[in-house]
Nanobody, 125 residues
């Protein structure tokens, strides 16, 4: 099992930037995926971006392509989500999730068994 802690959320105006961090601890693996998902009130949790830890391949939701960047930290236990050109529709609680050992980069919420507590991102117009 992997323990995940998100940070970096906040309130910004449209067009601004935030960088979210997710620190993993516990029994981690060299071949697994970590992803960012978001959930607005009354809505389903949706995929944002993910990275395969072993090979570094990434995937992004169409809604954030060109604006968000997922990356691994130097310590290899941290994943970042750089969010630029933020829009009001990006407002949500952002969660970091992790899978077990696998190939590829899953997009489904159901593929992620470990979750952080989330960090709030609010974008005003």
């Amino acid at each position: 099992q992997v323990q995940l802690v998100e940070s970096g959320g906040g309130s910004v105006q449209a067009g601004g930037s935030l960088r979210l961090s997710c620190v993993a601890s516990g029994r981690t693996f060299s071949r697994y995926a970590m992803g960012w998902f978001r959930q607005a009130p009354g809505k389903e949790r949706e995929f944002v971006a993910a990275i395969n830890w072993g090979v570094g391949t990434t995937k992004y939701a169409d809604s954030v392509k060109g604006r968000f960047t997922i990356s691994r930290g130097n310590a290899k236990n941290t994943v970042y989500l750089q969010m630029d050109s933020l829009k009001p529709d990006d407002t949500a609680v952002y969660y970091c999730g992790a899978t077990g050992p696998r190939v590829g980069v899953p997009l489904s919420v159901l593929e992620y068994g470990d979750w952080g507590q989330g960090t709030q991102v609010t974008v005003s117009s």
